[in-house]
């Protein structure tokens, strides 16, 4: 039986297993070294570590409540539980990691913080944390992005940040990675690039990773204090990786809890550029910095993908994730669009709370466990709260879930 536990932590090369590592420009090598040094020595600074979590609790408003979701339960025949990351401070799970990243900055003595955002969320979760630690902020968005996700637009800019438009190719969350990381090649002395997901070069995958287990860490205590008993199952949404990982490493030596990592498959499975499905269907490549599984096209280039969900449409996945997939931890599934928007609206009307799109694709996944016969209790992350989404859905689903009628 392989320990995966013991394998959560990536070699001095920043390696999980295969994936991972620094595929980087040379000149780039020594400023993210100097990254990784803080890093390792501030993760056991008890001054830094008091600081972070003092704002976890009064800043977030952690720890986030588990919320046993009776009416879900009752109706498909499975305990399902909520790890309510929607009720964070700026709507969901992303401000863990840019909070530790701020702060990291801060000590590191960079003037500005700068990143890409998909969904705005990442961008928003920045420019609050950037806001409170005193950091300029430069926010990479698509153009596409910035059109569907306009709120966030707007919140970014009262925060103080800037948003600079991604204008080239699909015009999303891949395109601005592109742009965010042309810019930071300009300046990478006094700018930090504070990747948004557990993707990235060494040690972002692992630093990202450390932040976000706060998740896993409180739901595992919470969910014994409650049931007396672990989860049988967790389910996460899987984009670049974070909020999954971040709620599966607390609970990756306990060989009975299954996990199931959702990606977007989009509108069709069966044509390249209609999903972002990269651990189901794509194969080992680098980009951005990391070896993983990753979409390619004809050439080998980062090939195009689409989910409805703007936070997971990336051609890549975080490195540990392909290394669970390899050892057989964790099950990679998909959820498309549809299944998505149908569980978008069963979360909102028989529980009450509107879930990011990002989300529904878990709570689609655990309806579907659940339907499925699974009797064992299913614990999913609810990454993000959907306000976010709500003019998109109803301009694009409102008719088909009876909301026809708003002028
Ligand atoms: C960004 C985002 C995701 C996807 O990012 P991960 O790194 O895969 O967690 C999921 N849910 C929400 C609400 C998001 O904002």
Do not use: W
């Not at 993760?43 to 046993?68: M, T, W």
């Amino acid at each position: 039986m392989i320990n995966t536990f013991v394998h959560s932590q990536p070699n001095h090369e920043g390696f999980f297993g295969d994936f991972g590592g620094s595929f980087i420009p040379e000149q780039l090598q020594a400023i993210i070294d100097e990254i990784t040094q803080a890093y390792q020595a501030i993760r056991q600074d008890p001054e830094f570590l008091a600081e972070l979590a003092r704002l976890y609790k009064h800043f977030v408003g952690r720890p986030s409540p588990i919320f046993h979701a009776q009416n879900l339960s009752m109706k498909y025949g499975a305990d399902i539980y909520l790890k309510r990351e929607d009720l964070n401070h700026t709507g969901a799970h992303k401000i863990n990691h840019c909070l530790g990243e701020a702060l990291l900055a801060k000590k590191m003595g960079k003037a500005k913080l700068i990143a890409e955002t998909g969904a705005g969320q990442h961008g928003v979760a920045l420019a609050t944390a950037a806001a409170l630690v005193g950091l300029k902020c430069d926010i990479y968005m698509g153009e596409v992005d910035i059109a569907k996700e306009y709120p966030n637009v707007v919140r970014m800019r009262i925060l103080g940040a800037k948003v600079i438009p991604a204008t080239h190719g699909r015009k999303t969350l891949k395109e601005a990675v592109d742009a965010a990381f042309d810019a930071y090649m300009t300046d990478p002395v006094s700018q930090f690039y504070a990747i948004g997901s557990v993707v990235g070069p060494h040690p972002f995958p692992m630093m990202v990773r450390d932040f976000q287990s706060i998740i896993g860490n409180e739901a595992r205590e919470q969910f014994l204090q409650m049931e007396g008993c672990l989860p049988d199952n967790l389910v996460a949404c899987v984009g670049g990786g974070s909020n999954a990982v971040g709620l599966f490493t607390a609970f990756l030596k306990d060989e009975a809890v299954a996990m199931h990592g959702i990606e977007p498959g989009g509108r069709t499975l069966n044509e390249p550029g209609e999903h972002a499905a990269t651990l189901t269907l794509g194969t080992p490549g680098v980009m951005h910095g990391f070896k993983s599984y990753m979409l390619q096209d004809d050439e080998g280039e980062p090939g195009q993908v689409y989910s409805v969900a703007s936070g997971l449409d990336y051609p890549s996945v975080g490195p540990q994730h392909a290394y669970l997939k390899e050892l057989g931890r964790v099950n990679y599934d998909t959820i498309s669009d549809d299944e998505a928007i149908e569980a978008f609206f069963e979360l909102s009307r028989q529980e009450g709370i509107i879930p990011a799109i990002e989300s529904a694709h878990a709570v689609a996944y655990a309806i579907k466990l659940a339907k499925h016969g699974e009797d064992g209790s299913i614990l999913l992350n609810l990454s993000g709260r959907g306000d976010k989404d709500i003019d998109f859905v109803v301009a694009n689903y409102g008719e088909k879930f009876g909301i026809d009628d708003i002028t």
